[in-house]
């Protein structure tokens, strides 16, 4: 996640909704752990899909979900609670719709809080997720070539583009366009020598059409503050025209770093970095804190059955710009100057998201029950899934991907 250091607004208002918290469902009886709610599975919670959102002080991104699910009888996220040991203790429950069809996590922000919390989850007993969809859902920091605030991007490909040797840039080579040098390498820009596994992430292109054609049936919410904000990065021209218009859905993909970097030149380097750690398909529109963390836990819990990686959508909203328009610099940009996208980002995390999961639900029968089967290459660099990556160096497993040692049931780890 993103945020806008100074814009923590009304974010409950959704256009055309109503304001305030949904009411709580009577408790039920016993705790969770106890009485486990129909319907079972195994004695299992089998969530249709599971929203994962980060999180930031009170937890907006969760919340305009919690919230506005009710009032537009899509039923009340916090009708069931329950209990995963290793989640952040500042969010330790799942929660799910009393029918545990849809069901949210909320990770807590940063690389190490959403693989831990996506680990803790997906290791637990309580639940089944070998059909589930994860729509991981989080505000973030807009490409202002490809998107803006507010706007919605689904991806394909996630990098974690801080992965790498870093100098400050006041102290590197003469003829470095960048501090940024990938590991085993001795110059910006070219591929990693070596590999942690977790740079970047590929998922299901057929499943990110589904949900795009899903997700653009939403009115996208939008409001005169961020217009200003917008309107700045006009004069740019074509350059920067999907900044300065209104908010859409678009595909285009994420980055993932730790470090909350903004400006020009490390925004261009790190379009550079995708650039080139994907093999010139991807294309970075929202950088954020989380996406690779997640993904890489669902890839080892893929290679464990105990997930079906094709069933994964990566969707950002823009809260803020990750490069200033022209005439402001760097610094007034991001600690300075309101730009006023968090509401509508918030918003729009809802708006577009809802979409797809409603999507989800209602062809469950027909599509997403037995899934899209992708056409593209998916899982990580090193092949872990089996197939071979239409990036890097090429699969480490020959194709075949990695095989749980000894036995091969998720009952084996729980
Ligand atoms: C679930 O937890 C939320 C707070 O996170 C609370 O508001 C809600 O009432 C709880 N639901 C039940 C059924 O206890
Ligand atoms: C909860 O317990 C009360 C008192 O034992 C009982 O009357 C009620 O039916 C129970 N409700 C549910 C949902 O089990
Ligand atoms: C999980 O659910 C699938 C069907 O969706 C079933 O085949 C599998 O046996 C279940 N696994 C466990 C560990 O319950
Ligand atoms: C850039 O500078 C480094 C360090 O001075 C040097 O080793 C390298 O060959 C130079 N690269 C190019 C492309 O000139
Ligand atoms: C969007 O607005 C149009 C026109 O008002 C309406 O017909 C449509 O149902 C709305 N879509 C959603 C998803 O609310
Ligand atoms: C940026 O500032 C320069 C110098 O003050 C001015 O000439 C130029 O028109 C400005 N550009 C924009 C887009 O405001
Ligand atoms: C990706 O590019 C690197 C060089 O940058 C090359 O070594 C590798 O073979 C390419 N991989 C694919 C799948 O094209
Ligand atoms: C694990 O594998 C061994 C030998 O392959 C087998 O005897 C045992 O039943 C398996 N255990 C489980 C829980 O599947």
């Known amino acids: 996640m993103r945020f806008m250091p100074c814009a923590f607004a009304s974010f409950l208002a959704l256009r055309g909704g109503q304001l305030g918290l949904a009411a709580a469902t009577p408790p039920r009886n016993g705790s969770i752990a106890n009485s486990p709610p129909e319907p079972r599975l195994d004695g299992k919670i089998t969530p249709k899909v599971m929203i994962v959102n980060m999180a930031i002080q009170f937890a907006p991104e969760a919340q305009v979900w919690y919230d506005n699910m009710p009032l537009n009888s899509h039923g009340n996220l916090l009708a069931v609670n329950i209990t995963i040991p290793g989640l952040s203790p500042r969010y330790p429950h799942v929660h799910c719709r009393e029918d545990l069809q849809v069901c949210q ?131 740019e021209g074509n350059i920067f025209a999907k900044a300065s218009s209104g908010p859409e859905v678009v595909k285009c993909d994420t980055v993932t770093s730790d470090v909350y970097y903004s400006g020009t030149l490390l925004s261009e380097a790190f379009e550079r970095t995708t650039g080139v750690w994907t093999n010139g398909t991807g294309r970075y529109c929202m950088t954020a804190q989380e996406d690779n963390a997640v993904l890489g836990s669902l890839v080892r819990m893929a ?112």
Not at 192 to 200: A, N, R, W
Not at 316 to 338: I, Q, W
Not at 344 to 361: K, R, T
Request: proline content about 6%; hydrophobic content about 35%; charged content about 20%.
């Open 105 to 235: 996590v909320t990770t807590c922000e940063g690389e190490i809080n959403a693989a831990s919390s996506a680990m803790a989850l997906l290791l637990s007993p309580k639940f089944n997720l070998t059909k589930t969809y994860f729509l991981l859902a989080g505000i973030a920091g807009a490409n202002p070539k490809y998107s803006t605030i507010g706007g919605v991007a689904l991806a394909r490909y996630t990098v974690q583009v801080a992965l790498q040797y870093e100098f400050d840039a006041r102290e590197m080579p003469d003829n470095f366009t960048t501090g940024y040098v990938a590991y085993g390498t001795t110059q910006p820009e070219e591929y990693p020598k070596i590999l942690y596994g977790t740079e970047v992430f590929e998922v299901s292109n057929a499943l990110r059409d589904a949900a795009f054609n899903y997700a653009v049936r939403a009115n996208l919410s939008d409001n005169e503050d961020s217009k200003k904000y917008r309107a700045r990065y006009k004069p």
């Open 303 to 414: 290679v464990y059955g105990a997930v079906d990686f094709s069933r994964v959508v990566v969707m950002r909203t823009g809260s803020n710009f990750d490069r200033p328009p022209p005439n402001v610099t760097a610094y007034e940009h991001l600690l300075v100057l309101k730009q006023n996208g968090f509401e509508v980002a918030i918003q729009n995390l809802y708006l577009a998201g809802i979409e797809i999961v409603n999507g989800i639900l209602k062809d469950w029968g027909a599509v997403f029950d037995k899934g899209i089967k992708p056409c593209n290459y998916i899982g990580d660099v090193l092949g872990s899934l089996g197939g071979e990556p239409d990036f890097g160096p090429g699969s480490e497993t020959k194709g075949v991907g990695f095989r749980p040692p000894g036995n091969s049931t998720t009952r084996a780890i729980v």
